[in-house]
């Protein structure tokens, strides 16, 4: 499916429907797809009759550089095993059984780090979560579907990707050089185990 700016609106309509006291939409799909620009608009859009949707994005739950550098995995930022996975089914389960005010965090691009508690989650009946591995069924991660009501798949082929991380990455401070090593050994191989994951999901962008 192909979102334009009325299927959106469309879309926005049939999750209002749906919700009830708690409805949790998951949006996954590889790096750079654009996962947090549609989390984002839907949450706008429904928002314009009243405050009852937020989002609570996956790269809240990225690691410290301090503890990856410590794993030895500084370089492979991004790869599940960078994520706290346990923390983020924590939060999720938290939201899913509204167990009062949830602080969750978010992710400076800036600093390259999570910022705690940059989006706190309260009465809001429709909360979006996105993220790379919202349906990898494996180790910890294997628990998140089950939390979601529902699982739209965002999917844009590689010679659209690799521009958009370049992109980031050189806004982000990297060299070229340290770039486009960074989206061949790791981003690339990441968005194929994504998608392997595709159909698992109840939607298709």
Do not use: C
């Amino acid at each position: 499916m192909t979102l334009s700016g009325n299927g959106l609106v469309r879309l926005a309509e049939q999750i209002r429907e749906k919700a009830g006291a708690r409805f949790v939409l998951g949006i996954v799909g590889p790096p750079g797809a654009g996962k947090s620009t549609l989390a984002e608009r839907l949450r706008d859009v429904l928002n314009q009759s009243g405050n009852v949707a937020v989002v609570a994005p996956m790269d809240g739950f990225h690691r410290s550089n301090a503890e990856l550098d410590a794993m030895g995995a500084r370089g492979r930022k991004g790869e599940p095993d960078t994520f706290d996975a346990e923390g983020y089914v924590a939060a999720l389960r938290q939201v899913r059984e509204r167990h009062g005010r949830v602080e969750w965090p978010t992710f400076s691009r800036v600093t390259d780090e999570p910022v705690p508690g940059g989006v706190v989650i309260e009465d809001e009946p429709i909360v979006i979560t996105e993220g790379n591995y919202l349906l990898l069924d494996e180790g910890p991660w294997k628990d998140v579907r089950g939390l979601l009501d529902e699982v739209w798949f965002v999917d844009v082929p590689d010679d659209v990707l690799v521009p958009r991380l370049l992109e980031r990455f050189l806004a982000g401070g990297r060299s070229r050089e340290e770039a486009e090593a960074k989206i061949a050994d790791s981003d690339l191989r990441n968005a194929a185990l994504v998608r392997a994951t595709r159909d698992r999901a109840d939607l298709v962008l």
